[in-house]
């Protein structure tokens, strides 16, 4: 069994659709005959320069004088024309996402088959490392393992910090075998030695209703805007229908650790979760550069279900980027939304789609997305409505779970939980900045059907 190591693979390879081939394909798609391997990669590398100089948001500000040649391979490409994004209002580029991927490593993740654990960590803080969630399907997710559960040892080892953190993503994501200790939240340990197999990931974790208050609330916790669609979109008919049901008022979607996704399964649940009277109402704009203006496209809400929520609840962090930034954009003229948790989201109100080029696909920021009101340029993330920290020491659902508590106590009192009765919330946010060796292995991401260009 071959274990996926490019650090974007782990997360992404939840896409099964795999997207069509660009309708022009450029020359370099097939490799020169007779040629050596260095004129070969010459070429490939002038040919992303030229795609990237067509259709890159930020074309016109990526220098003539630019080299592509200095560079190793695309990817280094790709993230040396990041710096070419500058946007008004904001003193720094706005590009952080721009990438290239091997073909080779691009089907493996269209195949929507992972190769690993299936356990992600966070440090809830310094010493106190959590699970924060698990592949249903996973070794770690047949094993019983939850999230909450703290990691006392690994490989023997009980040097569980952040300074060894490169040592923890090699044992949790990387390896083929590690021996966990876990502590469960009675306080009993448990060790497990997981193996990584195949599996298949499923991005809905749970869905419930609850009661608060007088209103019934439902519940969904959802990962990745990747995976099976048809799952999924049989998922979000049992769910919303569940919900209607249960005479549901009010809904909670915890996005707090979904990275984005398919555009397209954005636009599929903003239509579960749209008032009736948003149906035929903008949903939203995809705009690409000068070149493409043509290409640009409107899309308009066409409401699924009969559920007619009163508000919508978000939970996020800064993990909550790309296509679920946009379900909120999207949302927020229709329906009367609310954010909690622990920061603001992570900001990407752009996104992309692959370009073959010779044994490469690459990935130039290519368009914006805009809402209804023309809103849409969430670079510095969105902002919440509360703060509460991410209850890393609590499984999902659990109503004491710090943010989704903070939500339950607003449709019930119509007041947020104060601030000061969560003391987890300093660690939670300080904690943010550490967990960065883990949260940038995740995608982040919207992920468009390819199209037409012009080179």
């Known amino acids: 069994?071959?274990?996926?190591?490019?650090?974007?693979?782990?997360?992404?390879?939840?896409?099964?659709?795999?997207?069509?081939?660009?309708?022009?394909?450029?020359?370099?798609?097939?490799?020169?005959?007779?040629?050596?391997?260095?004129?070969?990669?010459?070429?490939?590398?002038?040919?992303?320069?030229?795609?990237?100089?067509?259709?890159?948001?930020?074309?016109?500000?990526?220098?003539?004088?630019?080299?592509?040649?200095?560079?190793?391979?695309?990817?280094?490409?790709?993230?040396?024309?990041r710096q070419y994004s500058s946007e008004p209002g904001f003193t720094k580029p706005v590009d952080r996402w721009s990438f290239a991927m091997k073909k080779a490593e691009w089907d493996d993740v269209s195949s929507?088959?992972?190769?690993?654990?299936?356990?992600n960590v966070f440090f809830r803080a310094e010493g106190d490392l959590r699970v924060r969630y698990v592949e249903k399907g996973s070794p770690a997710g047949k094993a019983g393992i939850r999230r909450g559960w703290r990691v006392t040892k690994l490989n023997g080892s009980s040097t569980i910090t952040t300074a060894n953190s490169d040592a923890i993503v090699d044992a949790v994501y990387y390896s083929d075998n590690t021996s966990f200790e876990f502590q469960k939240p009675d306080g009993s340990t448990v060790p497990v030695t997981l193996a990584a197999v195949s599996y298949k990931q499923n991005p809905i974790f749970l869905d419930t209703v609850y009661t608060a208050g007088s209103n019934k609330v439902g519940y969904m916790v959802f990962n990745s805007f990747l995976g099976d669609t048809t799952q999924i979109y049989n998922d979000f008919q049992r769910i919303f229908s569940r919900f209607t049901t249960a005479e549901v008022k009010d809904v909670v979607v915890d996005l707090r650790y979904n990275?984005?996704?398919?555009?397209?399964?954005?636009?599929?649940?903003?239509?579960?979760?749209?008032?009736?009277?948003?149906?035929?109402?903008?949903?939203m704009k995809e705009v690409f550069n000068s070149k493409y203006q043509n290409d640009n496209e409107t899309i308009n809400f066409s409401k699924l279900g009969s559920l007619n929520p009163t508000r919508l609840f978000f939970i996020v962090s800064d993990n909550t980027a790309s296509a679920s930034e946009l379900l909120i954009n999207n949302l927020k003229p229709y329906v009367e939304v609310k954010l909690v948790g622990p920061t603001n989201t992570y900001g990407k109100p752009v996104g992309y789609f692959p370009i073959g080029v010779g044994d490469w696909y690459i990935f130039p920021v290519s368009f914006r997305s805009t809402n209804k009101d023309g809103q849409g340029n969430y670079f510095d993330g969105i902002p919440t409505d509360s703060k509460s920290a991410d209850g890393l020491d609590k499984d999902w659902?659990?109503?004491?779970?710090?943010?989704?508590?903070?939500?339950?106590?607003?449709?019930?009192?119509?007041?947020?939980?104060?601030?000061?009765?969560?003391?987890?919330?300093?660690?939670?946010?300080?904690?943010?900045?550490?967990?960065?060796v883990f949260s940038d292995r995740s995608f982040k991401g919207a992920i468009i059907p390819v199209k037409p260009i012009k080179l």
């Open 259 to 283: 990275g984005g996704g398919y555009v397209t399964v954005q636009e599929k649940l903003a239509n579960y979760l749209v008032k009736s009277s948003g149906s035929g109402g903008l949903m």
């Open 1 to 81: 069994m071959q274990i996926l190591k490019h650090p974007l693979i782990a997360v992404f390879v939840a896409g099964i659709v795999v997207l069509s081939s660009c309708k022009k394909e450029s020359s370099a798609d097939s490799d020169p005959s007779g040629e050596d391997s260095s004129a070969v990669a010459d070429k490939i590398k002038d040919t992303v320069l030229a795609y990237s100089q067509d259709i890159y948001l930020w074309f016109d500000q990526i220098p003539s004088t630019f080299k592509p040649r200095t560079y190793a391979d695309p990817n280094k490409i790709m993230t040396a024309i």
């Open 112 to 119: 929507g088959v992972s190769g690993d654990f299936g356990v």
């Open 397 to 436: 659902g659990d109503i004491q779970e710090a943010s989704l508590k903070n939500v339950l106590s607003y449709i019930s009192s119509g007041n947020f939980a104060p601030l000061s009765t969560d003391r987890t919330i300093g660690s939670s946010v300080e904690m943010s900045s550490k967990n960065k």
